[in-house]
């Protein structure tokens, strides 16, 4: 059943959506530029076994040679771990230039999106979104997810946003583009690595039941974007405000100096990261990405059952 003849729907994610069973995106990027060998491979097939055991099918996006693949084999997995940051790092501008080639995508937010979209699946977990950067008043640096989020109709369930980025401007403009925020069970955005930002979202919500028929009837209006979920970090998990707001602004200050910019900016701040804190913020980052994970199956599974 593909429906686009540059996309390949793995034969049990086919089966799961013909049936009419839950199934949840996954993406790719996360795996090759947000994470070191071998936590990313680790994390990426725990991950998609935590989708299974919460019910429902998972399906990792991924362009592998000029195809969209919408769910991998353990050996794409791994293969997209191991080579890390040397498979491009795809955008939607990417993407038609990668097929074009026959290369290779880690998909980001925005085209684990697209893919998710044109394969028919509505529910996509991950880590965290790109957002409007700080500073983005000079450098006009405002990721491409935003856009996405207000032309796609997926919902991406994540652990809010970090403060890589400037997160009241991340919220002004999906409040501009019309994109839903959600807080799951706060009203409070979560910065990622902490529960609290001192951002407010626009509605809480407090069940995968809620959550589902809220996006059904946004699909049922015929709105062409997504929903935001934000979903705090478990509290075992989080770290300390001030110990990851210092190593933060550490990394913001080195890129700024560094004069890194453009796609590199993100991975180079995640990997900053994780080295000053002496990889707590790994620790921390792998446990949010399951526990959305565990969300989007409960959720998609609701949204089935509409
Ligand atoms: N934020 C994270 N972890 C990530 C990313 C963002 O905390 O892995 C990745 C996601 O794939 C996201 C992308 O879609 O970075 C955004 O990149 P950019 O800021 O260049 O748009
Ligand atoms: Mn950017």
Known sequence: MNVNR?????????????????????????????MPYPQNVETALKVEAIVRESGAVP??????????KAGLSAEEIEYLGKEGTKVNKASRRDLAVLIAKGADGATTVTTTMIIAAMAGIRVFATGGVGGVHRGAETTMDVSADLEELAHTPVMVICAGAKSILDLGLTLEYLETHGVPVIGYGTKELPAFYTRKSGFQVDYRLDTPEELAKAFSVQLELGFPGGMLVTNPIPEEYSMDPDVINKAI?????????????????????????????????????????????RLAAKTAAALCAL
Do not use: C, M, W
């Open 59 to 68: 399906a990792t996006i991924a362009v592998i040679k000029g195809r969209l």
């Open 6 to 34: 540059y996309l390949d729907i793995a034969p049990e994610v086919a089966g799961a959506l013909a049936a009419g069973k839950p199934v949840v995106a996954l993406e790719s990027t996360i795996i090759s530029h947000g």
């Open 249 to 293: 602004d550490e990394a913001v200050a080195e890129a700024k100096a560094k004069g890194i910019h453009g796609k590199e900016t993100t991975p180079f701040l995640l990997a900053k990261i994780k080295d000053i804190t002496g990889g707590d913020s790994l620790d921390s980052n792998i446990q949010l990405v399951f526990n959305n994970a």
